[in-house]
């Protein structure tokens, strides 16, 4: 990417003004960039470690669950699909010395949020402006729950504020909460883990009262083709009220059976990812 000098003279208190366009065509500018990242995924790779734990209402830890390292995998199609590395407890990963195809076969649904669904979003406006970038709030939309897709369904049902990069237009600070019914979803899942394999009902851990933060970081390719560069994810932050008490949860293909204490409890989950170009190293900044 060309870096260009900006000089910022800051004066306290003040806000920069809204760019000319309009906040939907900025967005439009955001869904384009977002789209454009997806391609450039052919020259890149990446690992991410996921952190859970389970808290009360005032963030005290009830449970830990262990960590799980997972990296992206290329199928015989040249599709992409995300397969356990390792368990922090020690625990085996399903299918780890196995083919791209059979681990991408044991790996967790998609979930009904996309960043991509909500960069489409009918209602936008502008937020209040400062110099770190163009801000946009993104609205629920009440029409958009009658999608027959999940993930429109789910985009209508948050409440977001989006922070662009002034160069780029990408959606480089995305955080919101979802305020509806939208991302509820039913489905089957598959347990790989204690015993022969078999499939269960369960409902998504994806629902109102859920809260999430995702930060990209831009990727420069090491030889200097900005059509290279690439906007990995590298930090996430999930909060999700669970439903009920105790009980079990699944993810990656594992059951955990949570205490039932405190009056409330979240699942908070931390993401972080690191990635690396095809033939070129490649460090988070």
């Known amino acids: 990417m060309f870096c260009v000098p900006f000089l910022w003279v800051l004066i306290p208190g003040a806000r920069s003004a809204p760019p000319a366009e309009d906040a939907a065509a900025m967005l439009a500018k955001a869904s384009a960039a977002f789209e454009s990242n997806r391609l450039q995924e052919i020259h890149w790779n990446w690992v991410s470690v996921e952190q859970r734990v389970i808290v009360d209402q005032t963030g005290k830890l009830l449970q830990p669950l262990p960590d799980v390292a997972i990296e992206a995998v290329i199928r015989s199609d040249g599709k992409r699909c995300t397969a356990v590395n390792a368990w922090g407890?020690?625990?085996?990963?399903y299918l780890a010395n196995a083919d791209p195809d059979a681990r991408c076969k044991a790996t967790d649904a998609n979930s009904a949020m996309e960043i991509s669904a909500l960069l489409k979003s009918r209602r936008v406006k502008f937020a209040p402006q400062s110099a770190a970038g163009i801000k946009l709030s993104i609205l629920p939309d009440k029409g958009g729950l009658r999608s027959k897709e999940l993930e429109d369904r789910c985009a209508a049902s948050i409440r977001a504020t989006v922070l662009l990069d002034t160069v780029t237009y990408f959606p480089r600070i995305v955080e919101g909460e979802v305020v509806d019914t939208g991302c509820d979803q039913a489905r089957a899942t598959k347990i790989y883990y204690d015993g022969p394999v078999n499939e269960e009902s369960v409902r998504s851990s994806i629902h109102k009262g859920t809260s999430f933060r995702v930060e990209y970081e831009l990727q420069q390719d090491k030889f200097g083709s900005p059509e290279r560069n690439f906007w990995i994810a590298a930090r996430?932050?999930?909060?999700?009220?669970?439903?009920?008490?105790g009980g079990n949860f699944i993810f990656w293909g594992r059951r955990f059976a949570i205490i039932s204490q405190g009056s409330a409890q979240y699942i908070v989950k931390d993401t972080t990812s690191s990635a690396h170009e095809f033939g070129a190293q490649s460090t988070i900044r």
């Open 89 to 93: 407890d020690g625990v085996p990963a």
């Open 236 to 245: 996430r932050h999930d909060r999700i009220l669970r439903w009920i008490r």
